[in-house]
Nanobody
Framework: QVQLVESGGGLVQAGGSLRLSCAAS????????MGWFRQAPAKEREFVAG????????YSADSVKGRFTISRANGKNTVYLQMNSLKPEDTAVYYC??????????????????WGQGTQVTVSS
């Protein structure tokens, strides 16, 4: 069983920055591919960014490319999402997810095995 705990959400003005963290436990962190997703009210959960087990491969959604960066520190069992130039449309609950079976980085939420409880990010205009 893998436990994921997100932190770092909050209220920020448009153009500002936040860094989300997700601490994992219960399994070797380097065996987990990790992803960040978000869900706004009345919308489906959408892929934001993903990172491979080694950290050498990353993917980002087109809507956040050039603004958000995913990274991981395997020695700290933590994955990060650095969010810069935030926009009101980035407002959502952000979720961290872990995948243990499939090689590579998945972009579909259906492919992930474990989820955190989410952290709210609110961007004011």
């Amino acid at each position: 069983q893998v436990q994921l705990v997100e932190s770092g959400g909050g209220l920020v003005q448009a153009g500002g920055s936040l860094r989300l963290s997700c601490a994992a436990s219960g399994r070797s962190f380097s065996s987990l591919a990790m992803g960040w997703f978000r869900q706004a009210p009345a919308k489906e959960r959408e892929f934001v960014a993903g990172i491979s087990r080694s950290g050498t491969v990353t993917y980002s959604a087109d809507s956040v490319k050039g603004r958000f960066t995913i990274s991981r520190a395997n020695g700290k069992n933590t994955v990060y999402l650095q969010m810069n130039s935030l926009k009101p449309e980035d407002t959502a609950v952000y979720y961290c997810a872990a995948e243990i079976h499939v090689p590579g980085v998945l972009r579909s939420p259906a492919g992930y095995d474990y989820w955190g409880q989410g952290t709210q990010v609110t961007v004011s205009s």
